[in-house]
């Protein structure tokens, strides 16, 4: 049997296979955040499809950490009861869940909460909105809306948890000397800039307790001058390892680095090379022992085999293809290893900024 296909354990929590649905935004949650029919639905068909772990959409802690509209919420209470549906179902589907909570900071769309947007250095924006530089205090309180949002998930069903550290928002934002020009004690060196992900860390452990699995998404680089560093990274990660995070995943680039979005466009007919961070990953495998998930550009099956065979990650993590197939694990562990449908031309984001949710529009042209 493949290694894709074994059992394996992050901290207490058994996954039948090293597939990972990386988180996505899928535009489906209500006006104000809550959940609803239509993403049980999404999550269900993942785990229904084979998916060993499904990482949901980005969920915001705050109000004023909300990065755009259809974006599901976790700062209060009131959102538990459609949250407990979500893992209720995917459990009975047999899957495994956890929710990626986050904070927008200076990418936050201060049009749905009406407050400042804050971040870890005076900032403007991609909108021309200015973001300003949060004090000690906002600093603490963000850190323990993290740790609140952990134990709702938790409250709520969820297998785990996983930071957004990735993509240019506040954590990374920390992370990162692009945005982050502070000269106390969470700027400057990047054990200081890593301050802010540790106490977060720290949060939901006191929340949670040790048992519960924390993980954390992370920028392997920004392909910025004056951004992040692949070395930088790594030791961001170590420092988060010793801190007692769980497992990293590995993603890279911003809204600003435009080449190497996350979501980048496949050029059809060019052969568009997978595995965007393949090096970055061989180099935090030397330096870094907990479980590695790898996101970015994957999209063939002896490309998922190889990278873990030979040790490059521990999981394998997509986005965009399972918005075109929910049903590719099953696919390819029924024998049938064709490469990935999705052609990567973004359509599907379309879709959920017009309101209509996230989907592939080529298969529903092709179904036409």
Known sequence: MSKLFEPTTIKNMVLAN????????????????????????????????????????????????????????????????????????????????????????????????????????????????????????????????????????????????????AHGYLIDQFLSPFYNKRTDGYGGPVEHRTRVALDVVKSIRTAVGEDFPVLIKMTSEDFLDGGLTVGEMIESSHILEQGGIDAIEMSGGNVYSADYSPFRRAKQGAGEQEVYYRDAARRFKEKVRVPLILVGGIRSYGVAKQLVSEGVTDYVAMSRPFIREPGLVNRWRSGDTRKAFCVSDNGCVKTALLGEGIRCVVAEKQKG
């Open 18 to 165: 090293r597939f990972v649905r990386s988180a996505t935004w899928e535009g489906l949650a209500a006006e104000d955040g809550s959940c609803t029919p239509a993403l049980i639905d999404t999550v269900v068909q993942l785990a229904r499809g084979g998916v060993g772990l499904i990482i949901t959409g980005h969920t915001f802690v705050r109000k004023d950490g909300r990065a755009g509209p259809w974006q599901m919420a976790i700062y209060d209470d009131a959102f538990l009861p459609g949250l407990i549906e979500m893992t209720n179902a995917v459990h009975e589907a047999g899957g495994k869940i956890i929710m990626q909570i986050s904070h927008a900071g200076c990418r936050a769309a201060a049009r749905f909460s009406g407050l400042q947007l804050v971040g870890p250095s005076r900032f403007e924006n991609e909108r021309g909105v200015t973001c300003l530089e949060m004090a000690h205090a906002d600093i603490e309180a963000v850190t323990a809306s993290f740790g609140q949002a952990a134990l709702r998930a938790r409250e709520a069903g969820f297998d785990g948890v996983q930071i957004h550290g």
